[in-house]
Structure formats: structure tokens, C-alpha cells
């Protein structure tokens, strides 16, 4: 048995935890929950490389380490490149015959911040994936960068304040868009693309293991909320997931091949995305009455993604 | 290559994960392996926690109690293990086998209380303590059914 039932939760817990505690990511972290399901929805072997940012570092404090698979610590930008580097040589000595167990399944997992995913890696992530590697890489999103105090990154949304792109009587915060990283992968032809969120984990898990069992490159974005810079108490965690995927801030979708589009979840009640920002200490300064425009542009940005998001799933362009 | 050695000899259990187990600028190797487990590691996918043979290096060894200033304390008497604890715990800390909930492993909790928050029970199956209190003082006093707000 390769991939793990994941029928109900009940039958995903008798799954036996790779991603060890005693790491030091904060209290109520989202990278450690998305990571653990990962890991959780498969039995195969895995070889892991994370990019540099708050996973990395907080999970391999020498002479520690958290991970119970094969695990490389890498540079910011490169885990794509050393986990495809790592996936060639086992082909090659598949080929060969120079494998201790040929037979073992092996699956190649990149772990990424979106400093490192959406920006400083992006050029390593793209050359990995136009080269058709047969790896999964994965985006922990939370919208900065993290691990060095809060920097604006090209996938923090507008109006969010942010270390280097501060609100105050100058500013209200982030001027520019956040970028659309999954069409972007999308558009490379990738077999396997998604954005997935961690309160939605059968969707989530079923996400993983489509990526892991495609054969090529898969890309997937998660919203991974991050109670210290999105200002938020560390226990509502699931709760603020919730909001940012019934705002419809985070539309959960998957698209195959580049075109076909799913949704993967359909909010019953469409909050409206003020009660996603209400609930961060990021975005209060939108609630001024001059910054009022921005909330209203971000409702707006979010009508017109949703809409375009559900002509392409019925358009299958 | 070689094999981390700071803790090849440190065989005294569980440990706080913390400024005693540093080690100088100029100990730390180049291209350190650290591995997780003692021995052959094929197979731990199959084992629980209590069957698998950590190395020193594994975090699984150390602890991180003392973040806590706060804990959550588990009833199992309302418990209905549907596991939601167990999925987003971000600490490894929700011991379940079998599909049952067993407990907390206060040895990696950090105490960030989305467990209480995304237990269904009414009233909750487990909630949040002084971590001072003891955890049979908590379930004596543990809240009754709350009616719902017409
Ligand atoms: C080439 C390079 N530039 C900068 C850094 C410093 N650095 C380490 S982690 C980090 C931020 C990581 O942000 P992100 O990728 O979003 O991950 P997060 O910490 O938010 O999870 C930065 C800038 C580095 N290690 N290497
Ligand atoms: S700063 Fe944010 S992403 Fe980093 S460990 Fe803390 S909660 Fe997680
Ligand atoms: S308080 Fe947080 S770390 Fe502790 S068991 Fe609950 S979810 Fe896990
Ligand atoms: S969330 Fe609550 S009811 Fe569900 S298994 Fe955990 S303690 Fe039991
Ligand atoms: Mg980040």
C-alpha cells in the first residue's frame, strides 16, 4: 500500500507521524500542519529538500532534526534543483542497477516559503519544472517573508502591512497585487497544479496525492497562516484558514494539464472578505476611513477571480 | 561527509531542546548526515512512535514543554475520537492508535490551543489550563453541557 486511505479522519489517524514534534516553529504554525499531512498521505519513501525560511530552520536546528524521512538542507533558493538533482541520480542508477532496493517507491517533495517560492526561487522552480522532473513542490504561503521579520514579498495581497511596506499616515500598506502563482505554473504545462488549504484536509490530502502519484513536475500553493505576521492569536489557526477560504480570498482549486480547471471547494456562504481582514492585526489599518477603498478593491479583485476562476473550470481552457 | 557527533554519546532521555545542546561556531561540520533513527531506517512508516528507535538526533527525543504556559487537558469522557485534534495538531502532539484519542504528549506540546478550538464536542473534549493545574483538579471542575443561546 503506497498512498494511505484517507476515506474519514478516523482511518487517516492509524497513519504513523514522520514529521517529528520538538521542531521550533511557533505555537499554531500552518507549515507544520500542511507538512505533517503530507507526509501523513503516503507510505512511500520520501526525499525532501526544503528552501531556506521558517520550515527549514526551524525544523533542523543542528544537532537536531524533525524529519524522519531522507531530508536536505539547502540554500534559499535551490530546493527544487537539489530534489530534481536527487530524482535524476536515483533514475540513473535505476538504470544502472546500483540501487540497494530498486523496487522501493521514492517520491521527490520540494518545500518552499513564497520569498523563496514566488520570488527568489522562482527562476530554480521553473527550470525544475520545464524540465519535466517527476517531483512535487509545494509553496508554504504566508504572504512574507517570515524567518527574517515580516518582508513584503511579490505574494503579500495589497493593503497588507508588512516590515517593508508599512501603513501609516504615508501608506495603507502593500501597493501592488499579489501575483497569480498557480496560473503561472499552470501555464508551464504542468501535469499536477493546485492551491489547497489545510481546514480543508480531505481536499488537501486528496491534492497531495494526486501530485504525488503524477508522474512529472506538480506544483502546489497553500495558504499557510502565520499566527506572528498575520497578527492573529496562535489558536485560531484553523479558524482564520476558514475565513480566508470562505472569503474566497484562497479559492481552493486544482488544474490539470493547464487547462482543466476544478474548483475543489464551494463555500455554502460566501463571507465577505472584511471579516477575513477584521480578524488580523495586518490589515487593521484598512478599517480607517480613508483606506475604506482598498477593502472595497480587494472585494472587487476577488468577485472577478472567482468569476474567472468558474468560467475556465466550465471553459476547460 | 561525516555523521554529527554532538549528541552521539548523550544517551540521558529526553531533553529541553535548548541552549545546553548548542555547540560552537567552530565544532559545527561541513555537510553534517544527521540521522534520524539508530540503524537500518526502512520500515518506521509501518512502527508507532513507542516501536521506532530514535537516534539522539531525532527532535522526537527533545522536548519543548517549557513554551508552554498553558496546556490543554483531555477528557475522554466526551471524547467521540473523529481525530479533528489529531489532524491539525502542528506539534505531533495528539497521541492517537487505533482511531482512538489517547492523550497529549505534553513532551512537544507548545500549548497553542487549536486542538480546543476545532474539538466538536459539547461541551469541549478538551480545553485549556494553567499549565500549574493539575490535570485531575481540571476534570473534577470541568464545565457542564451548554445549552444553546435562543
Ligand atoms: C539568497 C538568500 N537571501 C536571503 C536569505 C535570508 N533569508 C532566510 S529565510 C528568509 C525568508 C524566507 O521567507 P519565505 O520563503 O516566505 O519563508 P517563510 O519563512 O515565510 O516560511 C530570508 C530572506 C537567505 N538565506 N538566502
Ligand atoms: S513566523 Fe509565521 S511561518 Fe514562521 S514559524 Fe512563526 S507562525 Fe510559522
Ligand atoms: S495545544 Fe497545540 S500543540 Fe498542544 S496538543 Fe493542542 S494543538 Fe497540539
Ligand atoms: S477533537 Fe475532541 S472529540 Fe475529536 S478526537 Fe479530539 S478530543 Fe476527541
Ligand atoms: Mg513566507
Not at chain 1, 480613508?290 to 468560467?311: C, F, G, S, T, Y
Not at chain 2, 504556559?69 to 467521540?80: A, E, Q, T
Request: net charge negative.
Amino acid at each position: 500500500m503506497a498512498i494511505t486511505s484517507i476515506k474519514n479522519l478516523k482511518e487517516f489517524s492509524t497513519n504513523n507521524d514522520r514529521f517529528e514534534g520538538a521542531h521550533l516553529l511557533c505555537p499554531g504554525c500552518a507549515h507544520s500542519m500542511i507538512v505533517r499531512e503530507l507526509m501523513n498521505c503516503t507510505d512511500d519513501n520520501l526525499v525532501i529538500a526544503s528552501n531556506t525560511g521558517c520550515l527549514e530552520v526551524s525544523t533542523a536546528v543542528y544537532p537536531y532534526t524533525s524529519w524522519d524521512t531522507s531530508w536536505i538542507h539547502i540554500g534559499f533558493e535551490n530546493a527544487a534543483t537539489a530534489v530534481t538533482g536527487a530524482e535524476a541520480m536515483y533514475k540513473a542508477r535505476k538504470k544502472k542497477g546500483t540501487l540497494k532496493d530498486p523496487d522501493a517507491p521514492v517520491k521527490f517533495v520540494a518545500f518552499g516559503g513564497d520569498g523563496s517560492t514566488y520570488d527568489i526561487g522562482f527562476q530554480w522552480l521553473s527550470g525544475a519544472v520545464e524540465r519535466g522532473h517527476d517531483f512535487t513542490y509545494v509553496c508554504l504561503d504566508n504572504e512574507n517573508y517570515a524567518n527574517t521579520g515580516g518582508q513584503r514579498s511579490s505574494a503579500t495581497p495589497i493593503g497588507a502591512h508588512t516590515s517593508t511596506a508599512q501603513a501609516g499616515s504615508a501608506s495603507y500598506g502593500k501597493k501592488q497585487k499579489k501575483k497569480d502563482l498557480v496560473a503561472i505554473m499552470a501555464a508551464h504545462g504542468a501535469p499536477y497544479v493546485a492551491q489547497l488549504a489545510p481546514n480543508k484536509w480531505k481536499s488537501m490530502a486528496k491534492g497531495f496525492q494526486k501530485a504525488l502519484e503524477t508522474e512529472g513536475p506538480c506544483f502546489i500553493n497553500t495558504v499557510s497562516a502565520c499566527t506572528t505576521e498575520w497578527k492573529f492569536d496562535p489558536k485560531d489557526t484553523i479558524h482564520l484558514t476558514d475565513l480566508a477560504t470562505d472569503s474566497l480570498m484562497f479559492p481552493v482549486y486544482e488544474i490539470i494539464d493547464g487547462h482543466e480547471l476544478n474548483i475543489l471547494y464551494r463555500p455554502k456562504n460566501v463571507i465577505k472578505v472584511e471579516d477575513y481582514l477584521g480578524a488580523q492585526g495586518r490589515y487593521r489599518h484598512l478599517f480607517k476611513p480613508e483606506n475604506k477603498h482598498v477593502i472595497e478593491r480587494i472585494q472587487k479583485d476577488i468577485d472577478e477571480n472567482w468569476a474567472m476562476l468558474q468560467r475556465r473550470e466550465e471553459a476547460r481552457i | 561527509m561525516s555523521t554529527g557527533s554532538a549528541l552521539a554519546s548523550n544517551k540521558r532521555g529526553i531533553r529541553e531542546l535548548g541552549a545546553e545542546e548548542m555547540v560552537g561556531w567552530d565544532e559545527v561540520q561541513q555537510g553534517v548526515v544527521l540521522p534520524s533513527f539508530e540503524g537500518d531506517a526502512a520500515g518506521i512508516v509501518n512502527m508507532h512512535a513507542e516501536e521506532r528507535n530514535y537516534a539522539d538526533f531525532n527532535s522526537y527525543t527533545a522536548t519543548v514543554a517549557s513554551w508552554r504556559v498553558i496546556k490543554p487537558v483531555y477528557n475522554r469522557d466526551i471524547c467521540i475520537d473523529c481525530q479533528n485534534c489529531w489532524v491539525w495538531c502542528p506539534d505531533t502532539s495528539i497521541i492517537s492508535r487505533d482511531k482512538q484519542m489517547l492523550g497529549i504528549d505534553y513532551d512537544h506540546c507548545k500549548g497553542c490551543g487549536v486542538c480546543v478550538e476545532v474539538c466538536p464536542t459539547n461541551p469541549k473534549s478538551l480545553l485549556m489550563f494553567n499549565e500549574a493545574e493539575e490535570n485531575d483538579e481540571a476534570l473534577a471542575g470541568w464545565p457542564q453541557k451548554e445549552k444553546k443561546a435562543k
